[in-house]
């Protein structure tokens, strides 16, 4: 089955440090997703994009993230300036259709010292 | 959003069925129903999703109310291996935001 990568699997950043998490969605794939989980709470709704623009956003996502797809196969969150409670599980996800099933990487685990 | 509600926890012996419960009385038209589950240390998976009728895959089936507001993924054997957490979301024609709940955690006994 085709698999959504994510890299790196761990990032260790220092507080105010920029970040960015990459994605590699499956090749078909219409729609794009970042979430992210802290350690023993529910997976969090960052952003969904489709069609090269963002198509929704949490409260979570504010003015110090941002989202790209800058080549047509990479797809990107960075985070400007990291706070400790940033630390988290980000999971990308992709999407061919708005009602298919989702497909979501890995994740990397984001550690903000 | 449309919200569901699960049970925080259910348990199950090997080998026996396994009904999880949904409830998502503010379901729209659109909104299809999907299953997710997380294993530990792992991103969520996909189990299994319908919109009126009942599904069927290699993993699971999907019972789904007939007036769409509720709705039971059932294992049909349950293995040590199904032991996760499992999420039930609504998802919109459209794609755009959602939203994972609590989920259920399941734990399987030997």
């Known amino acids: 089955e085709p698999e959504v990568t994510q890299t790196p699997s761990h990032q260790v950043t220092q507080m105010g440090q920029e970040v960015i998490l990459r994605c590699v969605p499956i090749?078909?794939?219409?729609?794009f997703y970042w979430y992210r989980q802290i350690l023993g709470q529910k997976v969090e709704f960052l952003v969904s994009f489709y069609n090269n623009e963002i198509s929704e956003k949490s409260e979570i996502f504010d003015d110090q993230f941002s989202v790209e797809r800058p080549d047509g196969s990479n797809f990107t969150l960075k985070i400007r300036s990291t706070k400790l409670e940033d630390s988290a599980m980000y999971f990308c996800?992709?999407?061919?259709?708005?009602?298919?099933?989702?497909?979501f990487g890995s994740g990397t685990q984001l550690s903000v010292l | 959003d449309a919200k569901t509600t699960q049970p925080n926890s259910m348990e199950s012996n090997e080998e026996e069925p396994v009904h999880l419960p949904c409830n998502h009385s503010t379901i729209s038209g659109t909104d299809y129903i999907h299953w997710y589950r997380q294993l530990p240390s792992q991103g969520p998976e996909y189990v299994i999703h319908?919109?009126?009728s009942n599904v069927n895959n290699r993993m699971a089936s999907l019972a789904i109310a007939e007036d769409r507001k509720s709705s039971t993924l059932i294992l049909h054997r349950a293995t040590l291996r199904d032991a996760a957490v499992y999420y039930c979301i609504l998802i919109e024609t459209s794609g755009s935001r959602l939203t994972f709940g609590e989920g259920t955690q399941l734990t399987v006994n030997p």
């Open positions: 090749s078909n794939h219409l729609y």
């Open positions: 319908g919109l009126t």
């Open positions: 996800a992709s999407q061919r259709r708005g009602n298919e099933k989702l497909f």
